[in-house]
């Protein structure tokens, strides 16, 4: 397989899923201490966030990055179930790659038998390339007895104090000050809590919503802390400390969803003389039909994350979902596409971007819609950073670095702007049985001028 050469800005073309990005999209390697100690100033070059661990030198020991990639066969297996995927679960990690990851620290970070697992090197955290704010997480763990690892929530990718900058959720001992389930610095888990058992896959759900967190081990809630304040959005981030650790089934359901579709799409400016018919049938399932057009929503939204539910009866179809739209102009936004068209019939080649993909700058890594089935796409946007989900599988990573601009087709917009649904030409038939959206702003109040 070939390799992203790290010391020049090339991009090399890649045969796999796993390394289709330009290196505009790769995301930035930071050093990173525990969490608890002082900051580390972060490395300098760009890495492909599909790796395990990048080179890197302390006193003692360097652990070499490794590769990885991951088949059509495994990625489309990967997808979720319909149920889960149209409750708005999505995989945090598939499986095989690093895809939607960032690598921070020198830690020996790689995946085993589709585990992310670590057991030596510097503290340091693996973090999820996107933020979230509330959320549902659910996980599976397994350490040994010297283990002292942790789940961090919103956080960044340095830390000096858990107590303050994010939410450290401990797995550790029962001689750790706190012990599995607890929040560092913050709050110990219940007295009854479960024992811990070591060399055993256990299971973590976590429930953070505003100032309120709730952590269940092994289906008993272990402990239950309400902030004082209300931390903004930030990373997911896997902890190595200490001793082994690994992790699989990472998932996460984002909260506050909030529903665009009605029987009279009264959430929506709609556009007569444009040629797209836009209907909601006696099912509640918009109909997208005919020639180029748009609706366009009341509210401005500038980060947010959306879960839409869609359907397309042959590959051919296209349609896409438009977001921080300059209001009142035609699709002058970024573009979620869908479309689930590929060449020569391989997931690993979009024929048009692919649906999930940043159209016309980062396409799908595969895709993972199929024709006439209900599909959903979580879209999530937080300043730069943009990614999508499709059947609950990433399928784009992407960061835009261009100089800003009021119109996203000709560079970065971070201001709030609408959303639109598109009509692409006379072919377009698309369906659309959930379109929902949480606004991690105030902006979303605003109405559209």
Known sequence: MDMLDLFTNQRRDFPCAAFSLPLATLSLLALLASGCSSKTPPAGDPTENATASETATDSQTSFDRQAYEATA???????????????????????????????????????????????????????TSMPWTNYELTLEFNADEQTNSGVFLRTPLEVDDPATECYEVNIAGDDNPFPTGGVVKRQKASDKAPKQTYGQWRTMQIQLDGKRLQITVDDQLVCEYTDETTLAAGRIGLQHNGGRIAFRNIRLRPLGLNSLLDQDLSQWKKYPEMKTEYTVNDEGVLQVKGGKGQIETKQTYDDFVLLAEYKLPQPEINSGIFFRCIPGL????????????????????????????????????????????????????????????????????????????????????????????????????????????????????????
């Open 73 to 127: 066969d495994e990625l489309l297996a990967a997808r979720l179930d319909e149920a889960d995927a149209s409750a708005g679960w999505i995989r945090l990690f598939d499986g095989h790659t690093f895809f939607g990851w960032e690598i921070a620290g020198n830690a020996n970070w790689r995946i085993e038998d589709e585990t992310i697992t670590v057991d030596q090197g510097e503290p340091s955290l693996l973090c």
């Open 330 to 449: 035609e699709m002058m936004g970024y573009e979620c596409q869908v479309s689930n068209a590929m060449k020569d019939g391989s997931p690993l080649t979009p024929g048009d971007c692919g649906t999930g993909g940043i159209f016309r700058r980062q396409d799908a890594r595969f895709v993972a819609g199929e024709s006439g089935k209900w599909a959903t796409v979580v879209l999530a946007a937080h300043g730069a950073k943009i990614a999508a989900w499709v059947g609950g599988v990433q399928v784009s990573n992407w960061q835009d670095d261009r100089e800003p601009h009021e119109n996203p087709r000709k560079g970065k917009r971070l201001e709030a702007g609408t959303i639109m649904i598109q009509g692409h030409d006379p072919t377009t038939d698309a369906q659309f049985k959930k379109f929902e959206i949480a606004s991690l702003a105030a902006s979303a109040e605003q109405p559209a001028k």
